[in-house]
Each structure stands twice: as structure tokens, then as C-alpha cells.
């Protein structure tokens, strides 16, 4: 990825005491040669966190996303399609040659350029990716080589001494994602990431959306509340950035007895805290939502 494109994408990180102790921690690992990994549920940053970390070591980065179809070919390289190259000498004039060379076209994958000029790789859920298609970060990892199948004389690729991985992924229970073999995560520092505290919460979403620090304080107080009813999981930071951007922009008042106010809660949270709830119904949902928004006015 063009580094100058991850830089601004990082600019709005909002680097506060939760995330400094992390950062360093991080960057301590990596340079000791060490791939990092922060599980945690979705919606708390890990992605934001690792690109930032990235930025840091200022080199270039390459991001691989996780999900079931990929595949070697994708991360390594295939043969696809072939090349036809003609050469027609017809230098003498009552003599015409012609001669063809065809050859099949290899595609690289992804992390051949990265291993061999030391970018960061960022894998971004690479629980979502099938075990089989992770066993090649074990000779990555382990023997500092990159394996590739079926290209002929080169059977494998020596890292850059640079080169440098960070992995990020949701836990186990996590719809979608396959269980990691012990014998990668045994090479991985493992850094759980949780839900930022409140103080946190409120100055990210001041930042990104430019609310003031009352409706910020407010927002976060009600996702908060119903965060901790439940798996402490969701609703996520994501919850409460969407209500505050869509009540900045829309000039919602974020007020708890405000109908519009209400109705934006709903729209955004019931979903996520039906995931907590699934025994109860969408107006069971709706009606808890509206208790937890208006009961601190309830208390005045």
C-alpha cells in the first residue's frame, strides 16, 4: 500500500494513555524481531492501531485482509494464462524465419514483494482465513523463508531482515473464524485489546466527529451502559461514532428526551444489542434502549 495513503488514513488517530502503553509495548516486540498479534472483539481499533504502529517504523506496508477463499496462490503466487512471444527475421529477402515462444504468465502474491524488500505486513482478521492457508507463516516465521510451490528452480524466498508482521484478529466465538494452530500463535506475541476506557471513548469520538465534550460524554455513557448489560462486546466504539457523526452532520440535538435524538439510538443500536438479547423481542429492545437513554434524566 502507498505509504503517503496509510499515513493520512493515520492521521486521525487519536493517541491517548490507553493506546500509549500498547504502542510501546508493540513497538519493543517487533523490533526485537518478534511478529505482533492484538485479539479483541470488533469495533475496538486494532486495525487503526496496527496501521498507526506501522507508520512508526516507517517502511512500507503491505495489508492482507482474511477471509475463507484465500488462498497460497493468493498469498505466494500462481501460473495464470500464457505469454506468446514471435520474432520474424526476414533480413534476407528471399528468406523469411519466424520463431514462437510461449510461456505460462506467473502472478506474484502478495507477500513476495513484501518479503523480499522488508515491508510491514499488516493481516488484518486472519482467524477468517483457513488454518491450511496460514500453515505458511510457520516456515515465514520460524525459518525466515518464504516457501513457493510449483515456480520452477525457486523454491523459496529469503526475508529481508526488515521485514516485519503484525496480526490482528477477534476471538474465538467469533462468528466466521477459524481456530489458530498452537504452533503459530506459540511465535506470536499476543496483546489483548479491549474496549477503550470511557475517558478514551469520549475524547475518540470528540476528535473524529468534532462534537462538543457534554454530547460526547452523553453518547458514550449510553452505549457504555448497554455495552456492559450484556458480553461487554458490543455495542462497539463504531456504535458510538456513528450516532455522534450522524448528529453532528444531521444537527441532531443529542439531548435524551429529543425524538430525533431517540430514534438515531435505535436505528444504530438495536441491532447490536439484540446480539446481546437475542431472547428478547425488537420492541423489548427498543423499549430497554429508551429506559437507559432517558434514565438519567429520570434521576433529576
Not at 479483541?40 to 503491505?62: F, Q
Not at 477459524?178 to 506459540?186: N, R, S
Not at 455495552?227 to 455522534?244: D, E, F, N, Y
Not at 441532531?252 to 447490536?272: A, E, F, G, S
Request: aromatic residues 8%.
Amino acid at each position: 500500500m502507498n505509504q503517503s495513503r496509510i499515513v493520512n488514513q493515520t492521521e486521525g488517530f487519536v493517541k491517548t494513555a490507553f493506546f500509549e502503553d500498547i504502542i510501546k509495548r508493540s513497538l519493543q516486540y517487533l523490533k526485537a524481531g518478534y511478529p505482533v498479534h492484538f485479539v479483541g472483539p470488533s469495533g475496538v481499533g486494532k486495525t487503526s492501531l496496527a496501521e498507526y504502529i506501522a507508520v512508526l517504523l516507517n517502511r512500507p506496508v503491505t495489508i492482507i485482509r482474511g477471509h475463507h477463499e484465500l488462498s497460497n496462490h493468493d498469498l505466494i503466487g500462481h501460473y495464470s494464462g500464457f505469454s506468446k512471444k514471435e520474432v520474424i527475421d526476414n533480413y534476407i529477402h528471399s528468406v523469411y524465419k519466424t520463431e514462437q515462444e510461449v510461456k505460462p504468465n506467473w502472478v506474484p502474491g502478495q507477500l513476495i514483494e513484501a518479503v523480499k524488500k522488508g515491508h510491514v505486513v499488516i493481516y488484518d482478521e486472519f482467524s477468517r482465513s483457513r488454518p491450511e492457508t496460514n500453515n505458511i507463516f510457520l516456515a515465514l516465521l520460524e525459518e525466515k523463508v518464504l516457501p513457493i510451490y510449483g515456480k520452477g528452480k525457486e523454491s523459496f524466498i529469503k526475508c529481508h531482515p526488515d521485514f516485519t508482521i503484525i496480526f490482528t484478529s477477534n476471538p474465538d466465538e467469533y462468528a466466521g473464524t477459524y481456530h489458530t494452530q498452537d504452533a503459530l500463535l506459540d511465535r506470536l506475541v499476543t496483546i489483548h485489546v479491549d474496549y477503550c476506557d470511557q475517558e478514551t471513548e469520549i475524547e475518540i469520538i470528540r476528535q473524529k466527529t468534532s462534537i462538543n465534550l457534554q454530547q460526547a460524554k452523553e453518547i458514550v455513557r449510553l452505549v457504555s451502559t448497554l455495552r456492559h448489560q450484556g458480553k461487554g462486546i458490543c455495542p462497539s466504539l463504531r456504535a458510538s461514532l456513528m450516532i455522534a457523526s450522524v448528529a453532528k452532520k444531521a444537527n441532531i440535538p443529542v439531548v435524551p428526551m429529543n425524538k430525533q435524538y431517540q430514534t438515531l439510538c435505535l436505528d444504530i443500536l438495536t441491532r447490536p444489542v439484540k446480539q446481546i438479547f437475542p431472547e428478547l423481542s425488537r420492541n423489548e429492545i427498543e423499549e430497554l434502549i429508551v429506559k437507559e437513554l432517558i434514565g438519567k434524566e429520570e434521576h433529576h
